[in-house]
C-alpha cells in the first residue's frame, strides 16, 4: 500500500490494518508496536462503537416515547395551567392540574369548559333537569336541597341576572366558580349553562401547586 493511501484510513481501519499484519508476521511485532496494545485499542473503539449504538437506539426510544405522550395527552389526558382567581382556594393562579376526557359529569367535578376561545375552570353544579335557586346570601339549592358546599369561603350571589328557579336545559350543565364573588359562570346569562360539547375533560388531580 502507498503512503498516500494511508491517509485514506480512519482510526479504525488503521488499527485493523496494524493489528492483522502483526497478528502473521511474528518479525513485525518487534518493529512496530506492541501487539497487546493494538489489541487494546481496538477494544476501545469496540466499547465506543457499542456505546454509540446504544445511544442511538435509546434516542429513537425516547423519541417514540415522548410522541406517544404527546398524543395521550391530547387525545386523552390535556394538561392546562390554572389562570385567573374564580376557582380559589381550590385552585390558585398558576396551578398545573391534570384532565380526563370524558362525557360524564357528576354535581361537584371541577371541569374545564371551552367558551368563546377561552378554557375555563368550574366546578358542576347542576345536570340537565335540575332546578336551581341561589338565595341573597348564596346559599345554592339543588332540586330544593340546600347543597354542602365546603369548598367556598364566602358565600355570595354574585353576578347574577337570571330567575329562580332556573331550570337546567337538555344536554347542558349548570356551572359555578368556587370564588362566587368574582367568577363569572352559568349565573350570568353572559355564560348560561355549558353544553355537553363544550367540555374539554374534568380534573383529574393537580401535578403542580403554584
Not at 46 to 68: C, E, G, Q, Y
Not at 114 to 124: A, D, H
Request: proline share 3%; glycine share 6%.
Amino acid at each position: 500500500m502507498k503512503d498516500k493511501d494511508f491517509k485514506d484510513l480512519n482510526r479504525r481501519e488503521l488499527v485493523e490494518l496494524v493489528y492483522n499484519i502483526m497478528d502473521e508476521d511474528e518479525e513485525g511485532k518487534e518493529k512496530l508496536v506492541d501487539l497487546e496494545e493494538i489489541r487494546q485499542e481496538r477494544v476501545v473503539l469496540d466499547n465506543r462503537a457499542r456505546f454509540k449504538k446504544i445511544l442511538l437506539s435509546t434516542l429513537a426510544v425516547l423519541t417514540v416515547v415522548a410522541a406517544i405522550a404527546v398524543l395521550i395527552s391530547m387525545l386523552f389526558l390535556p394538561v392546562i395551567q390554572v389562570s385567573g382567581d374564580s376557582m380559589q382556594p381550590t385552585l390558585s393562579d398558576g396551578d398545573i392540574i391534570l384532565l380526563v376526557k370524558t362525557k360524564k359529569f357528576s354535581a361537584g367535578d371541577i371541569c374545564c369548559v371551552s367558551w368563546q376561545n377561552k378554557l375555563l375552570l368550574k366546578r358542576v353544579i347542576g345536570l340537565p333537569g335540575d332546578s336551581i335557586s341561589i338565595d341573597a346570601e348564596g346559599n345554592v339549592f339543588v332540586n330544593g336541597e340546600m347543597i354542602d358546599e365546603p369548598y367556598v369561603k364566602n358565600k355570595c350571589l354574585g353576578e347574577c341576572d337570571i330567575e329562580f328557579p332556573y331550570i337546567v336545559p337538555d344536554n347542558k350543565l349548570f356551572i359555578m366558580g368556587d370564588r362566587r364573588d368574582t367568577s363569572v359562570d352559568s349565573r350570568s346569562s353572559v355564560i348560561g349553562c355549558v353544553d355537553y360539547d363544550q367540555m374539554v375533560g374534568k380534573k383529574l388531580f393537580r401535578v403542580w401547586s403554584s
